[in-house]
């Protein structure tokens, strides 16, 4: 039995998205994610008109009599989402955490891919795969995607972002459309990601608390990783130390930034303290301009 809150939590979402596909994202979805293009499906004969291009030489040879080839326009995409559930995703400083802007980003672009009748699953990885929803069709798929990508408990609090990345080559048959939602606190992922990339369409959704990247001036804090529970005392009264840790994120996110451009991974960068609406508003508009 499903929680109340659950639900309830899980139905506004889907109020709020719903109305932003309708709004905003489903005709800027359909123009820059296209159908897998023209399919083969059957042969007839050749009627004088037809373009010799497509004669299919090895009907026509067994037949003695010239056929050309059939195709048809096939529309229905494949969308994954693959999901960062470490323990450094359910951080946040501002209203809302990573993980819960995950799951709206999530639910937006999901909602906008059903509409389009494209078929949507989820894989959700730490250190390991914690878990795998095959793609399938739907509105009622869709919330059920939703409601795990909100209250989904992980196993383990750890990243391996590379082991995520091959194991995905084991679960899609078809080109898709890979969604990488996470903040990319990981390592030695760049081989795979490329070999992805290469395979299909990927999108790197990057997840940003802002004290990840400027820490306030409060005096002494003690810090503790997420995901290895190491602690460490800060002096943020220290100039010094400020502008050492901004430097060294700034430099983390650049060279974040060079690697997908790098590899031709498009990048929308999600700060949790702002509205996520302007970055998939302008990640749309340059698919757009790049067709």
């Given amino acids: 039995m499903i929680p109340k809150e659950i639900l309830r939590q899980v139905k506004r979402i889907e109020i709020r998205t719903t109305r932003l596909v309708n709004d905003m994202f489903g005709g800027e979805y359909e123009s820059v994610f296209k159908g897998r293009g023209i399919e083969f499906a059957d042969v007839r004969e050749y009627v004088p008109g037809d373009d010799i291009r497509t004669i299919d030489w090895n009907v026509t040879a067994r037949s003695q009599r010239p056929f050309v080839k059939k195709f048809v326009e096939e529309r229905q995409l494949t969308v994954l989402f693959l999901v960062d559930a470490s323990s450094s995703c359910y951080f946040g400083t501002s209203a809302k955490t990573k993980s819960e802007i995950a799951a709206e980003i999530c639910a937006l672009l999901a909602f906008s891919a059903v509409k389009n009748n494209d078929r949507i699953g989820v894989i959700f990885f730490t250190d390991r795969i914690e878990k795998y929803i095959p793609v399938k069709k739907g509105r009622t798929h869709v919330l059920r995607v939703i409601r795990e990508i909100l209250f989904f408990q ?10 995520a990345l091959e194991y995905i080559f084991n679960v899609l048959t078809r080109r898709a459309i890979i969604f990488i939602v996470s903040d990319f606190l990981a390592a030695d992922y760049e081989k795979p990601l490329k070999i992805l990339s290469k395979e299909h369409d990927v999108v790197a959704v990057n997840l940003i608390d802002p004290k990840e990247t400027e820490l306030p001036k409060t005096g002494l804090i003690e810090w503790e990783d997420a995901e290895t529970g190491e602690r460490v005392l800060i002096d943020t009264g220290n100039e010094k130390v400020l502008k050492t840790y ?21 990048r929308i960068i999600i700060d949790t303290s702002k509205s996520y609406i302007e970055p998939l508003m302008k990640f749309f508009a340059l698919r757009e301009k790049r067709l």
């Avoid at 992980?154 to 082991?163: A, F, I, Q, S, V």
């Avoid at 901004?246 to 498009?266: P, Q, T, Y």
């Fill in 246 to 266: 901004r430097e060294l994120n700034e430099k983390r996110l650049a060279r974040l930034d060079s690697m997908f451009k790098h590899i031709g991974v498009d």
């Fill in 154 to 163: 992980p196993r383990r609090k750890k990243t391996d972002l590379r082991r």
